[in-house]
């Protein structure tokens, strides 16, 4: 199911990520929006070209996007976009920048790609299909013990808004490396088995939408810091699901 819908989100997310990587490889000016994030001429025209090739192929569908694509749905189904996760990067010139898209049906995501352009990584998922990176499948780790585990934690500068951040330090020590490459990459490498526990303090809908189905798809787990398991949190830990019970124990348990 849904490969249609993904060969689409796929065509929109490489044509978005050639209009990026056009001002990547020049360099651009960025300004602040009001929540003091930067946004881009390159953000916006990646966005157009992606809610334009959406819209043609599936007209009855909603639109949610970061850079402001709005559209009510007919359908009962909406597409999540970020055209540039990963701003900071985009502009520093780092590769760590990511295409988002997804499809959330009746509030649950149910297909997802993430491009690097950068590094030329496409990532696809749909429900109860598997995860594929440039078309290969992809698994997270069986890694169960934190003593093996790569872990990344994104956010260090906010994460003293939560409780468990008192714990966090000592519970750190315990893991057999610390990454932080943030947002899109984290997650992709929990997907492909690379790290196997990713900790996101601070997110939107539009960052997490994809990021969500091609980790559960990859075999691995998302929850929220209340255990949930909702894109609309603001938060989550994307792990191996031999590390489930490890990360609830410290960001679910006050």
């Known amino acids: 199911m849904y490969q249609h819908e993904l060969d689409i989100a796929s065509e929109a997310a490489c044509k978005a990520g050639q209009i990026?990587?056009?001002y990547w490889n020049r360099g651009v000016a960025a300004e602040n929006k009001a929540d003091d994030s930067p946004v881009t001429v390159a953000d916006r025209e990646s966005e157009r070209a992606i809610a334009g090739l959406l819209e043609e192929a599936f007209p009855d569908d909603g639109m949610l996007g970061e850079e402001g694509a709005r559209k009510a749905s007919r359908s009962g189904r909406r597409w999540i976009i970020d055209p540039i996760d990963g701003t900071r990067d985009f502009l520093r010139g780092n590769r760590a920048w990511a295409v988002l898209i997804a499809l959330e049906e009746e509030g649950q995501v149910v297909a997802g790609v993430a491009y690097l352009p950068a590094v030329e990584e496409l990532y696809t998922a749909s429900r109860g299909r598997g995860a594929r990176c440039n078309g290969s499948i992809i698994r997270a780790s069986g890694i169960s013990t934190p003593g093996q585990a790569v872990l990344c934690v994104n956010g260090f500068n906010i994460l003293s808004r939560y409780p468990f951040n008192a714990?966090?330090?000592?519970?750190?020590?315990?893991?057999?490396a610390v990454r932080s490459f943030g947002g899109c990459l984290d997650a992709m490498m929990i997907a492909r088995g690379q790290a196997d526990l990713w900790i996101e303090p601070a997110a939107k809908a539009w960052d997490l939408a994809p990021l969500k189905i091609l980790v559960e798809e990859a075999g691995g787990c998302f929850f929220n810091f209340d255990g949930g398991s909702s894109i609309h949190a603001g938060n989550c830990v994307c792990c191996a699901p031999g590390l489930e019970a490890e990360a609830r124990g410290l960001v679910c348990v006050y």
Do not use: P, S, V
């Not at 330090?169 to 893991?175: D, V």
């Open 167 to 176: 714990r966090l330090q000592g519970w750190m020590e315990r893991f057999w």
């Open 20 to 22: 990026a990587m056009g």
